[in-house]
């Protein structure tokens, strides 16, 4: 349970520091505050293409290897960012720490699932739950606290002393498990379709408002991409028997619900952390330590996440 824990607030730790630290980091770069967005925006990115894929990923490789190798990627990938020199290149090794921590949070749920009895099941994803929280309850304050007396770059060094006592604690407690030798194929072209689609969305979605929406050709072009790409794979993965993501489970009403409900939920708890800040910091003047303070008592939103998220599985 506590290597479980420790795995999955390195990812939420990540997912909530930054967010104070927009406002320095595009000063400090001399970006943007729209370019320098793209900090939190391909993380987010990363996260979509790879959740779907997390259970095929896991399975293919084994779930221990998978994970233990998520974490790794995550811990280098934070480092690389904390030595990144301009806003790019820190994007690219957002996007690619946004691989590994991906694969994190839902895969810890699907290692408690499979490592405790039925009966103690529902006991240990209140304790999860429990525990996982201190990752965005912390996040925010610490992520203002080192922005405030230290650099930004060290936001990113913190998750490297967690990254490796959580691989350590993986590789010696987690069941060994094997990878799959049904020879099944990978399903190269959804996993095309869903990066196009999605990643062609995201760019809309965040430029659009600049561009003058479809004023921009390049605008035009990414949405008819986009709802090409999304629309083909939601056929083939209905199609084929071994799909990337298999869109079928969504028949159970729960889950369809439950992902519904999730995706609403969404809009209001990463908007309001991605645009809080910017206004405590911008426009009311205060500092990215007090900011973070001011996250603090927000944590139990994510809790309400995890609750879902449990109680769906």
């Known amino acids: 349970m506590a290597t479980i824990i420790v795995s999955a607030i390195i990812e939420l730790i990540d997912t909530t520091i930054v967010n104070v630290s927009i406002n320095t980091m595009s000063g400090n770069l001399g970006a943007s505050l729209e370019d320098t967005a793209w900090v939190i925006t391909s993380y987010a990115i990363a996260n979509v293409i790879v959740i779907p894929m997390t259970s095929f990923l896991a399975e293919k490789i084994g779930r221990k290897q998978y994970y233990i190798g998520s974490i790794l990627l995550f811990t280098l990938t934070s480092l690389f960012c904390g030595l990144s020199a301009n806003l790019w290149t820190l994007v690219f090794f957002r996007f690619l720490q946004g691989v590994g921590g991906g694969a994190l949070l839902s895969t810890s749920q699907a290692i408690l699932f499979d490592t405790f009895p039925p009966n103690q099941r529902a006991l240990v994803s209140g304790i999860f ?183 769906t599985l």
């Not at 079928?248 to 645009?275: D, E, H, P, W």
């Open 129 to 311: 739950s429990l525990g996982i929280i201190i990752g965005p309850s912390i996040g925010p304050v610490m992520g203002g606290y080192i922005v405030d007396n230290l650099s930004w770059q060290d936001i990113f060094y913190v998750n490297i002393p967690i990254g490796l006592t959580a691989a350590f604690l993986s590789y010696a407690y987690l069941r060994p498990s094997a990878p799959s030798r049904d020879g099944r194929r990978i399903d190269w072209l959804g996993i095309g379709l869903l990066t196009a689609g999605v990643g062609s969305l995201q760019v809309v979605l965040e430029r659009g408002e600049t561009e003058d929406w479809f004023a921009a050709g390049y605008i035009v072009v990414l949405s008819i991409v986009s709802v090409l790409c999304i629309t083909l794979l939601i056929w083939w993965e209905l199609r084929i028997t071994n799909p990337i993501i298999n869109f079928r489970v969504l028949k159970s009403r729960t889950l369809a619900i439950s992902a519904v409900m999730t995706f609403i939920l969404g809009f209001g708890l990463f908007s309001n952390l991605f645009v809080f800040p910017l206004f405590s910091q911008r426009l009311i003047g205060y500092s990215a330590f007090q900011t973070g303070m001011m996250l603090l008592p927000q944590t139990h939103l994510p809790m309400s996440v995890c609750r879902c998220s449990s109680a």
